[in-house]
């Protein structure tokens, strides 16, 4: 059964540092592209960053130069360090596969920026 789990959200001043976790439940973790998404109040959810089995990542434009994506395959376990944090930045943050996430989301982490 996919188990996603999210974990290391926060609040942070604008210019703030987090780090979120992802623990997933996924056969052939390993293989497969996973993303960071998030979902703002009142918008839908989009893509943040990207990363495939073998470490190659994509990011959003906005988020280009400020959030980083690992992961580590030993752990079944993708992380999204974010930087330079901004008041729209603000958001519940998931992990899911990509490009065709799992039906069953996780939780979700809430990252809450303050300006």
């Known amino acids: 059964q996919v188990q996603l789990v999210e974990s290391g959200g926060g609040l942070v001043q604008a210019g703030g540092s987090l780090r979120l976790s992802c623990a997933a439940s996924?056969?052939?973790?390993?293989?497969?592209?996973m993303g960071w998404y998030r979902q703002a109040p009142g918008k839908q959810r989009e893509m943040v960053a990207r990363?495939?089995?073998?470490?190659?990542?994509i990011y959003e434009e906005f988020v280009k130069g400020r959030f980083t994506i690992s992961r580590d395959n030993a752990k079944n376990s993708v992380y999204l360090q974010m930087n330079s944090l901004k008041s729209e930045d603000t958001a519940v943050y998931y992990c899911?596969?990509?490009?065709?996430?799992?039906?069953?989301w996780g939780q979700g982490t809430q990252v809450t920026v303050s300006s």
């Open positions: 990363i495939n089995g073998g470490g190659d990542t």
């Open positions: 899911n596969t990509y490009p065709n996430p799992k039906p069953h």
């Open positions: 996924i056969s052939m973790f390993s293989l497969s592209t």
